[in-house]
């Protein structure tokens, strides 16, 4: 079945860049998501790509998809305090309309003063 | 405005003691979903319904059970929480279009606690 890794923590100073790593298997994924989870809140949907497209930039986001090694990232420019929070990959191979999203376990981003 | 909506954010109850949990939308979405999160994991999908089509995951307890009397709101029940049913409990939608990008919206969650 389909698997979604991601590392688990990532601690950086304010005002640096974050870069979150994320690896799945589905090679027929169609969308992978970047969605941020704040502490006892539910999922805020960031971004997404096609994985036809190599990269999207959004403002402070930069997600960058290498779909041969099926590798995803997100680069968070000039890292702020509100920035930490759970983030999690998740990609949807379902051709339906039900899209099923598999989650990595995410990340927990630190960001230090 | 809130989109998804969850009510009570915070539940307490009983070993044994069947509980419902509530979701609500106003998008307009044919599609809700129900996942369980446990602390430090990734949301797990739990079933979902297109419409009033309900879908099961393979491996979600019989203990589970969802009803869907409209299009605005989506129940799920657990009829004999056990400790291990401790969890987020969180609601999404989408709209249902075959083909393209669909966002899923996500509520704030409910914390259920079992005593």
């Known amino acids: 079945g389909e698997d979604v890794e991601q590392s688990l923590f990532l601690s950086v100073r304010e005002g640096d860049s974050s870069v979150i790593n994320c690896t799945y298997t589905d090679s027929s994924s169609t969308y992978l998501y970047w969605y941020k989870q704040e502490p006892g809140a539910g999922l805020q949907l960031l971004t997404y790509?096609?994985?036809?497209?190599d990269m999207k930039q959004d403002q402070r986001l930069t997600v960058l998809l290498n779909k041969k090694d099926k590798h995803l990232s997100l680069r968070i420019a000039d890292t702020q305090t509100g920035d930490s929070a759970i983030y999690f990959c998740?990609?949807?191979?379902?051709?339906?309309?039900?899209?099923?999203?598999?989650f990595g376990s995410g990340t927990q981003l630190t960001v230090l003063p | 405005d809130a989109m998804v909506i969850q009510n009570p954010r915070y539940q307490v109850t009983q070993f044994g003691k069947p509980v419902t949990l509530s979701c609500s939308q106003t998008l307009n979405h044919n599609v809700m979903y129900w996942y369980q999160q446990k602390s430090s994991q990734a949301p797990k999908l739990l079933f979902h319904?297109?419409?009033?089509?309900?879908?099961n995951e393979a491996d979600t307890p019989d203990n589970f059970q969802s009803r869907r009397p409209n299009t605005s709101f989506c129940f799920l029940d657990i009829r004999s929480p056990g400790l291990g049913d401790a969890a987020m409990y969180l609601c999404?939608?989408?709209?249902?279009?075959?083909?393209?990008?669909?966002?899923?919206?996500f509520g704030p969650g409910t914390r259920l606690l079992v005593l």
């Open positions: 998740a990609e949807s191979a379902s051709p339906g309309s039900a899209r099923q999203l598999t």
């Open positions: 999404a939608t989408n709209r249902g279009d075959k083909g393209g990008q669909e966002t899923q919206y």
């Open positions: 319904y297109y419409d009033k089509d309900f879908n």
């Open positions: 790509i096609f994985s036809n497209m």
